[in-house]
């Protein structure tokens, strides 16, 4: 079964740190997830800054923001993976093994929809 792993990055504090994690912790877990042979795809977030959010009216009216999203929280998306695995448990484990979910980060785990 597929599932989503969302990488939510820990809110940045008064003296802006955030995650400890370095680019060595993401390339191990990368290895980590091809060598399994789980990973179906994933991608890093470009910074924030780049977002351009659309939204549409009840006219049909379409609206374009580019200085957001802006959310009552300071988490930000910052990645995701899909891994194919056998159920839930083997994906929390996964998803515990991630960097995303030290320091503060989390990892939202969805089971992608099969509409076959």
Do not use: N
């Not at 991608?43 to 923001?65: F, K």
């Not at 994906?91 to 995303?100: Q, T, V, Y």
Request: with cysteine.
């Amino acid at each position: 079964m597929k599932y989503m792993l969302l990488i939510t990055s820990a809110p940045i504090d008064s003296e802006q740190t955030g995650s400890q994690c370095t680019v060595e912790d993401w390339q191990v877990y990368d290895k980590e997830v091809k060598d399994a042979g789980i990973f179906v795809t994933g991608h890093s977030l470009a910074d924030l800054t780049t977002a351009t959010t659309v939204r549409v009216g009840p006219g049909g009216e379409r609206s374009i923001t580019t200085d957001g999203p802006f959310a009552e929280t300071r988490e930000v998306l910052g990645g995701y993976y899909v891994i194919d695995v056998p159920d839930l448990d083997v994906a929390l484990d996964w998803a515990a093994r991630c960097p995303g979910s030290r320091d503060g980060g989390s990892i939202v785990v969805r089971p992608i929809a099969d509409f076959d």
